[in-house]
């Protein structure tokens, strides 16, 4: 499953600048992961300060 981001973002960008495929991109109110994309590598999930990526 892949990796999702819950309203606990801060939009720092910390979880786009290490994804490897280049599945995150800033949306209106979070970042967004695009599950086709996604490897669930977990990279996101390391960098994050806040938790907010989550496997699904």
Request: some cysteine; proline content about 7%.
């Amino acid at each position: 499953m892949a990796y999702v981001i819950n309203d606990d973002c801060i939009k720092c960008g910390a979880c786009a600048s290490v994804c490897p495929v280049g599945a995150i991109e800033e949306g209106d109110e979070k970042y967004i992961i695009d599950p086709e994309t996604c490897i669930e590598c977990g990279a996101c999930a390391s960098e994050c300060p806040v938790d907010a990526p989550k496997s699904e």
